[in-house]
């Protein structure tokens, strides 16, 4: 004969025959996981008549729990105790086609004003979530945000010079001088408008806010590639004229009796007709023009 006691309404815990002898042999097994041991009790008290003031009590259940397994007794019995609802698993993944469109419209670019694809501007057009559109562009290194520089040197005698230039660093002359040589016009001589006063325990240096200007200074620089030393001098103006002080500067501090290759770019002042004499009256020292482009190292290593 069933047992059963009338709980919430719609709610009805009926034990059949030999229910009750499984729920008691649940609770009394070491081996029953605790989850189906309060479950068991849940059930064998309320076909007693206890109520659910007096369960929650006794199990440490809340209501909402103490009614959920009750009703699931009543619906799947003691095997529906004994395992737990089956819930939703991970969402599918996204389908190669998909996949596919993002790539190529971000390879593509945007449609609209926009200069690069944004991962929600992506994920609007795409139709999936910003999330999905970041674990495609990680997945397949594609990063719209990013923009590398290059430049393509338009110099007909580039590959000549790179090979001139690149096998000085590489394999020098013997007994000769290799000097890279450079200049950086417009410096500015600034001063502060007062003395700074200087580091003391617990404190740092200080000098004002403001400055005032010297005017500006153009650096002439040799560097030896053998030994790291260096050939500079400061001047006011950065002419041809300048230059060749320079170079009567680098001759005078060099070995007379040795060859010197000089490294430079491709400026006018290297190439005005009194360089060129200059160099005709001063036969040891030779000229090595790097390509007209700025990144022309950068394209080499490429």
């Known amino acids: 004969m069933c047992e059963f006691v009338r709980m919430r309404k719609g709610i009805e815990v009926r034990l059949g025959p030999g229910d009750r002898e499984r729920l008691e042999a649940v609770i009394g097994s070491g081996n029953s996981p605790q989850k189906h041991v309060w479950r068991a009790r849940i059930v064998l008290l309320s076909a007693e008549g206890v109520g659910t003031m007096a369960i929650q009590r006794q199990t440490g259940k809340g209501k909402p729990t103490i009614w959920r397994w009750q009703a699931r007794f009543t619906a799947e019995g003691v095997d529906g105790l004994l395992h737990d609802a089956t819930r939703p698993g991970r969402k599918k993944p996204l389908p190669a086609a998909t996949i596919e469109q993002v790539v190529a419209m971000t390879l593509a670019g945007p449609a609209s004003e926009a200069t690069h694809w944004t991962g929600r501007a992506m994920a609007k057009a795409a139709g999936i979530s910003l999330c999905s559109v970041q674990r495609i562009w990680a997945a397949h290194g594609l990063q719209p945000h990013r923009v590398r520089t290059f430049k393509l040197s338009s110099d007909p005698k580039f590959a000549a010079k790179v090979q001139d230039v690149i096998g000085l660093y590489i394999n020098p002359p013997e007994h000769a001088l290799v000097l890279l040589v450079d200049e950086k016009s417009q410096i500015q001589a600034l001063d502060r408008t007062q003395p700074g006063l200087p580091m003391k325990r617990g404190r740092c240096g200080t000098m004002t806010h403001d400055y005032k200007r010297h005017g500006t200074t153009t650096l002439f620089a040799a560097l030896?590639?053998?030994?790291?030393?260096?050939?500079?001098?400061?001047m006011s103006r950065h002419r041809h004229q300048e230059?060749?002080?320079f170079l009567n500067t680098i001759n005078r501090q060099t070995p007379a009796e040795q060859d010197v290759h000089l490294i430079v770019e491709n400026y006018a002042t290297h190439t005005h007709p009194k360089v060129r004499a200059w160099l005709t009256r001063h036969e040891r020292f030779h000229f090595h023009f790097t390509p007209?482009?700025?990144?022309?190292?950068?394209a080499v290593l490429r």
């Open 224 to 234: 030896n590639l053998l030994d790291g030393q260096i050939i500079g001098q400061c």
């Open 243 to 245: 230059f060749i002080r």
């Open 292 to 298: 007209t482009s700025a990144s022309w190292l950068n």
